[in-house]
């Protein structure tokens, strides 16, 4: 199964979207948290998103969700790290898990996508016209 | 060049004066970057280099590429913000252009390899109200000194921190286009940038240490070039 890792610059935020996402796809979804610096203050830790990288995977890889800023370079300087095979999704970090996690418990599912289906979460809208 | 051992004792002892100058600016980090940013600059700097001062018994065992590879999984392993990846990753990764010690050619390499790396991971341009405004002036500075001026490598790195002195003054009056100040738009005009700030800060402790190991035998008033020699008119 593709892993997922949520990365998010507040601790809490990173476990309640993981929390959130977890109820769908049946509950059986892989799902790791990597938020804070590691020190408990805001902030993204390079070594943190590693290892929840390497627990979230399985041998068939994971996608990483992303909020902002030094997320993303912390999440790339990551990959340098590891020899998991892992991507960013350019989406939205709440809307796209819940997607990924949907998609990741599919049968066929694989890292394109996992990918595609966190990224369709961009056209979201909540409100109708 | 210089032995291995007199590498790593000058190495040790730029870290050193690093670390003490980051504790010093601490509070001026974090009111720069409360202006613009996340509030987090000095902390963040000083709890890096704090970690990084605890290995320096271990530096005394290795070589200049590894001592400055191990600052940078340091800095990561320390650093919260964006500085992390940003100091930490690029230093590990430029590390190894100095295998074969710290030379003239290998210290060139070194600082466009670190700066390559920044603009990369930052995916920053000049002039985005960043490091890269103080650095992009700073090893342009160095290597041009060496490569067609042939100064010494003392007498260039005096020019590339005036260099980057300049590149720091150059970040007040524009706008952020990358990182946490971007947010801000127009109301991030007039704030000198953080990370560009502390870059010079680490860039000048490095000259001052260089400055000791090397005799001193540094042109004080080096500055970057800034005007044309010549007037272009009269050139023609």
């Known amino acids: 199964m593709i892993g997922l890792v949520v990365v998010s610059h507040s601790e809490k935020a990173a476990e309640g979207i993981c929390d959130i996402a977890a109820q769908m796809g049946g509950g059986s979804a892989r799902i790791e948290a990597a938020g804070g610096d590691g020190e408990g203050e805001i902030g993204t830790n390079a070594n943190r998103i590693v290892d929840a990288i390497e627990t979230a995977d399985d041998g068939d890889g994971v996608v990483v969700l992303v909020d902002l800023g030094s997320a993303v370079m912390n999440t790339e300087l990551a990959f340098e790290m590891t020899d998991v095979e892992a991507v960013i999704a350019d989406a939205p970090v709440l809307e796209g898990t819940l997607n990924a996690a949907v998609e990741s418990t599919s049968s ?5 996508s996992v990918v595609d289906s966190a990224e369709d979460a961009r056209d979201y809208h909540k409100l109708n016209d | 060049m210089a032995d ?3 590498q790593r004792e000058a190495l040790i002892a730029a870290i050193e004066n690093v670390a003490a100058r980051i ?3 601490k509070s001026t980090l974090t009111d720069l970057d409360s202006a613009i940013g996340d509030a987090d600059h000095g902390n963040n700097m000083h709890r890096g280099f704090e970690a990084v001062v605890e290995k320096v018994d271990e530096f005394e065992e290795m070589s200049p ?7 940078g999984t340091t800095i990561i392993g320390n650093v919260g913000g964006a500085s992390g990846p940003l100091y930490g990753g690029s230093l590990m990764s430029a590390s190894q252009e100095l295998e074969d010690g710290i030379t003239a050619e290998t ?3 070194f600082a466009e390899a670190y700066l390559e790396k920044v603009k990369d991971r930052g995916d920053a341009h000049l002039g985005a109200k960043t490091m890269v405004d103080a650095l992009t002036p700073a090893v342009h500075t160095y290597k041009k000194s060496i490569e067609h001026d042939d100064l010494p490598p003392l007498t260039a790195f005096a020019k590339a921190v005036d260099a980057a002195e300049r590149g720091v003054e150059f970040t007040v009056p524009i706008r952020a286009a990358k990182g946490r100040a971007s947010f801000l738009g127009w ?3 007039g704030h000198q940038d953080p990370g560009a700030t502390s870059t010079l800060f680490i860039m000048q402790e490095i000259l001052k240490t260089a ?3 090397l005799d001193g035998e540094t042109d004080a008033e080096a500055v970057a070039e800034s005007v044309p020699d010549e007037d272009p008119e009269e050139a023609k």
């Not at chain 1, 066929?108 to 394109?112: E, F, S």
């Not at chain 2, 590429?65 to 600052?71: F, L, N, S």
Request: overall charge negative; charged content about 35%; cysteine-free.
């Open chain 1, 108 to 112: 066929k599912a694989t890292l394109d």
């Open chain 2, 4 to 6: 291995e051992s007199v």
């Open chain 2, 23 to 25: 504790e010093a600016e």
């Open chain 2, 65 to 71: 590429a590894d001592i400055v590879k191990t600052v």
């Open chain 2, 107 to 109: 210290s060139i390499a």
């Open chain 2, 187 to 189: 109301r991030s005009v």
């Open chain 2, 211 to 213: 400055e000791e190991y």
